[in-house]
Nanobody, 123 residues
Framework: VQLQASGGGSVQAGGSLRLSCVGS????????KGWFRQLPGKEREFVAV????????RYAGSVEGRFTISRDNAENTVWLQMNSLKPEDTAVYYC?????????????????WGQGTQVTVSS
């Protein structure tokens, strides 16, 4: 059971990136899926979460209105569309999966994690 994140890169402020997270193994297909980010020496920070059926989402205040999380269970994939990027969005982004139904913002509630993809936003 694995999560594979991709799509990171370097962009200028105001630009956009789309992160993808592909899951392997049917057991993760309907799990709640989230995105977190982390800077060196800092704790992992919640970004966004989507319910198993995709009808409910929740965002951190710092990204609300700029980022959109979505999923396609047939493809076992979750995306994070990031628009109007700011230098403070620079971090390693991780996707995660949780068997809990609640849209948790706590990293401790997620059992499965991808390897991370670097996003760098320059001013």
């Amino acid at each position: 059971v694995q999560l594979q994140a991709s799509g990171g890169g370097s962009v200028q402020a105001g630009g956009s990136l789309r992160l993808s997270c592909v899951g392997s193994g049917r057991t993760l297909t309907m799990y709640t899926k989230g995105w977190f980010r982390q800077l060196p020496g800092k704790e992992r920070e919640f970004v966004a979460v989507i319910s198993g059926h995709g009808r409910e989402t929740r965002y951190a205040g710092s990204v609300e209105g700029r980022f959109t999380i979505s999923r396609d269970n047939a493809e076992n994939t979750v995306w994070l569309q990031m628009n109007s990027l700011k230098p403070e969005d620079t971090a390693v982004y991780y996707c995660a999966a949780s068997r809990e139904f609640a849209l948790s913002s706590s990293s401790g509630d997620y059992e499965h994690w991808g390897q991370g993809t670097q996003v760098t936003v320059s001013s």
